[in-house]
């Protein structure tokens, strides 16, 4: 493979890793808001919400 085609491919990917990063870091803020009312709204989403110390870790994570 010539270098171009292989530092094109490598931006892609990296492109695309962290766009999925994102998405699923969007997805484990909002339970982890929600956490002061988890016994309520765990059932509403239909998964666990994470543990304390998981969304201190989450929330941390800065977005923009």
Do not use: N, T
Request: hydrophobic fraction near 50%; charged fraction near 20%; aromatic fraction near 2%.
């Amino acid at each position: 493979m010539k270098p171009g085609v292989k530092r094109g491919l490598l931006v892609a990917a990296l492109l695309l890793g962290s766009f999925q990063l994102g998405r699923l870091s969007e997805r484990a803020v909002l339970p982890c808001r929600l956490r002061p009312l988890a016994g309520l709204v765990a059932p509403l989403l239909g998964r666990e919400i994470p543990s304390r110390e998981v969304c201190d870790l989450i929330l941390r994570i800065p977005h923009l």
